[in-house]
């Protein structure tokens, strides 16, 4: 299993990005996927992921500004992040468990500036 995140960039506070995550294979489909970051000097955390049954959850910081999603056809998952805010700046992977091993992508940076 393969992930390749990309669509970080460096953005003003207040504006958006849409990270995506792209899989080799259908991977995706009815397994649990997350999106999560890392910044400087801190644990990594879980932003937001789906369950495999489909139950979506995002940690409390981020609720009503991300928005987590997948194409299952194009063996992708996406991160919309809307209104970030300059602690939303961190390392940001994706994360898939395929039975029962975790894979992790290549982490793509996100930066917001004040």
């Known amino acids: 299993v393969q992930l390749q995140a990309s669509g970080g960039g460096v953005v003003q506070a207040g504006g958006s990005l849409r990270l995506s995550c792209a899989a080799s294979?259908?991977?995706?489909?009815?397994?649990?996927v997350g999106w999560h970051r890392q910044a400087p000097g801190k644990n990594r955390e879980l932003v937001a992921g789906?369950?495999?049954?489909?139950?979506?959850n995002y940690e409390d910081s981020v609720k009503g500004r991300f928005t987590i999603s997948r194409d299952n056809a194009k063996n992708t998952m996406y991160l919309q992040m809307n209104n970030l805010k300059p602690e939303d700046t961190a390392v940001y992977s994706c994360?898939?468990?395929?039975?029962?091993?975790?894979?992790w992508g290549k982490g793509t940076q996100v930066t917001v500036s004040s």
């Open positions: 994360a898939v468990t395929y039975f029962g091993v975790n894979y």
């Open positions: 294979g259908g991977v995706f489909s009815r397994n649990a």
């Open positions: 789906i369950t495999s049954s489909g139950i979506i």
